[in-house]
């Protein structure tokens, strides 16, 4: 007889006894069968005791398991992930002896930077994207492969893949996952889907001197993601690679052989350097532009906006400008006036939180030369106060404001554009995990946000987590809509900081119990960092970016 075990399956709410070594794919079956289980597209993935797996795992144990699909984060990175694979066996197919580096999250896909020896075409493209349909529509499976650490970096040493090699050398691991594809062997970060026909839908087009691989919107995952230009964001990325190229590090592989060759000190001294060049140059622009009297700074969550305000600030008094900072905070409505949102609960993120027509008259009035008695927001009463400050500005004087909406037309609406500079800050993550394997930019930003909220506000690690959602979906309302308007773009992620947060992050992100639902965010946070040799703080300069987030800055928060 078949021995048994128990799975609890959240999407339905059923307990069912299955026979031991059944896959994900085949107890999903079961429970369509008996009960459907509502997803918006076929699982992609599956929590498993809130860890991320794909479907062919297979059960020995009682476990409580829930499918994921394309409308979240989580079944995403497993498409997008598998959908890599597809396009890098696609240029392995027509290009043998061609390259490929998965690089830039931008215009909402990835650009995909193609070596093939000439420039890249539009036939190039033509011709990827017919084979890639080949490969799906041909319904191969997907294998999953596991050998010791060292067989692994021999085979991919005879293929080629330093960088693959640099990263594996470096993990400490004694067995390594690779999957394998009709033959085609490749390494990947995470779970991967079962077979080729599961990819239903993908774009690849020219784009700038290599291609942009488009992914379904996670909103609407019967969609491509919407085409959006972001020529700006894409031109700070290339500059970061070119600082990349100046110290030598573009993979997570790199980047621990100078950690592990003692190059750290180097590393950090001249990273802070490119960043602090980069502010200066911010500062001579606004000084060259001699009708500027506002500056403003916006960034989504943990970006580093208010470093960067303050370094900027002390760039701007060397051109002989002095700094006014005000807070947008101060602005607010008075709460019961405050808009509410789909649940009907106050919508502090919107911008019509703000008092909108007192912050243009008081700038206008700011402008012309007279004196305005600043607001102060009581977030006690939730009452917008007199503060008794008083303001005028002298000719030498520059506002400096940071905010969410900073670059939102509609918080300067009748502000003379002349009068108007924009940055927008972000932790744009450049560095690699390898060429395969890009690490997303708003991971940096939680692991910051993770220390912080911990650091200064006693908030765990479990309740970031679990807030993040929310903070991402006021984001892509209220922020990245807008950050092409930026007249100046900055980056505030460091080559190294990984490295860094991870001896911060790691125990706050132990402390996540399995039995919570954050719990498969914390696990996937930290099987990442296992990748990255750690580098002390005691090296990191007093006024780095860095601090905000680390503590033991020399500025006053």
Known sequence: MIKQVSIRCKNSGQTIKVDVGSTLAEIYDILNKEQ??????????????????????????????????????????????????????????????????????????????????????????SALRDRMREIIDAGMPIERRECLTEEAIEMFEKLGDQTKVELLKTTGKIYTV?????????Y????????????????????YDGLLLRIPSLSNPSKLGEFVRQNKMFDIFREHHQWQNIL???????????????????????????QEKKISRIADEIASRRGVKLVLI??????????????????????????????????????????????GDYDFESIHALNLELFNQQLEALFKGEEVELPRYDFTSGKSLKSGKKLRMMPNDVLVIEGIHALNPELTAHIPQEYI????????????????????????????????????????????????????????????????????????????????IKTQAEPLLEQVPESAD????????????????????????????????LGGSSFVY
């Open 248 to 274: 030598g590090i573009s993979t997570i592989g790199t980047l621990n052989k100078a950690i592990m060759l003692g190059h750290s000190a180097e590393l950090i001294n001249l990273s802070e350097a490119l």
């Open 298 to 343: 916006a960034g989504p969550s943990s970006s580093g906006k208010t470093t960067t305000c303050k370094r900027l600030s002390i760039q701007l008094l060397t051109n002989g400008i002095h700094p006014i900072g005000i807070s947008l905070d101060d602005y607010f409505l008075d709460r019961e006036l405050t808009p509410k949102d789909e649940k």
């Open 36 to 125: 459907s289980i509502n997803l918006v597209t076929p699982p992609v993935c599956v929590k498993v005791n809130n860890k991320t797996e794909g479907l062919n795992f297979r059960v020995y144990n009682a476990k409580t398991i829930e499918y994921m699909d394309l409308t979240s984060s989580t079944g995403m990175r497993v498409y997008t992930r598998t959908l890599f694979l597809v396009l890098c066996k696609a240029i392995h197919d027509l290009y043998p002896d061609g390259s490929v580096v998965i690089d830039i999250p931008v215009s909402n896909g990835f650009f995909c930077d193609l070596k093939i020896g000439r420039e890249v075409t539009p036939d190039d493209a």
């Open 421 to 500: 500079f924009r940055v927008y800050a972000s932790a744009l993550t450049t560095v690699l995990l390898d060429n395969h394997n890009y690490i997303p930019t708003t991971d940096n930003r939680l692991l910051r946000r993770i220390i912080r909220d911990y650091k200064y506000r006693g908030c765990s690690a479990q309740e970031t987590i679990r807030r993040w959602p929310s903070v991402r979906a006021g984001e892509n309302k209220w922020i990245f809509p807008y950050q092409e308007n930026a007249d100046a773009m900055f980056n505030t992620a460091m080559l190294f900081e990984l490295a860094v």
């Open 518 to 549: 954050e719990y498969n965010e914390a696990y996937r946070l930290l099987k990442f960092l296992k990748y990255i040799k750690p580098l002390s703080e005691s090296q990191i300069p007093p006024a780095s970016l860095l601090r905000e987030f």
């Open 178 to 186: 690779y999957y394998e594809l009709d033959g085609y062997k490749d």
């Open 188 to 207: 990947y970060y995470g779970s991967m889907m079962t077979n080729t026909s599961q990819l239903y839908l993908f774009g690849l087009e020219p784009y």
